[in-house]
């Protein structure tokens, strides 16, 4: 069993900057991948980013390519997601995800953390 713990969330105005942070917990070393998903009100869970604990692989979607990175710190068991130059588009709920390989698909991970809340005011 896996359980993920994200913080980070909050407030903060467009052009500002956070970072996210997924703690996972568990048996964690069947589970390669962490991904970052968002889902804002009325709209369906997207994918964000992943990265791979093994080798560092990362891919991004293209809302979150240049502004967004995710790191991994495999001694801490922590995934990280740094958001930069954030927009007003960017508020949702960010959510951290374990799976066994790479994707953009929410249904290929078997693992989720509760979310936190991103503001972005205008």
Request: overall charge positive; charged content about 20%; aromatic content about 10%.
């Amino acid at each position: 069993q896996v359980q993920l713990v994200e913080s980070g969330g909050g407030l903060v105005q467009a052009g500002g900057s956070l970072r996210l942070s997924c703690v996972s917990l568990g048996r964690t070393s069947r589970s390669n991948a962490r991904g970052w998903f968002r889902q804002a009100p009325g709209k369906e869970r997207e994918f964000v980013a992943v990265i791979s604990r093994n080798d560092g692989r990362t891919n991004y979607a293209d809302s979150a390519k240049g502004r967004f990175t995710i790191s991994t710190d495999n001694t801490k068991n922590t995934v990280y997601l740094q958001m930069n130059s954030l927009k007003p588009e960017d508020t949702a709920v960010y959510y951290c995800a374990a799976g066994w390989e790479m994707s953009a698909r929410p249904s290929e991970y078997h693992y989720w953390g509760q979310g936190t809340q991103v503001t972005v005011s205008s």
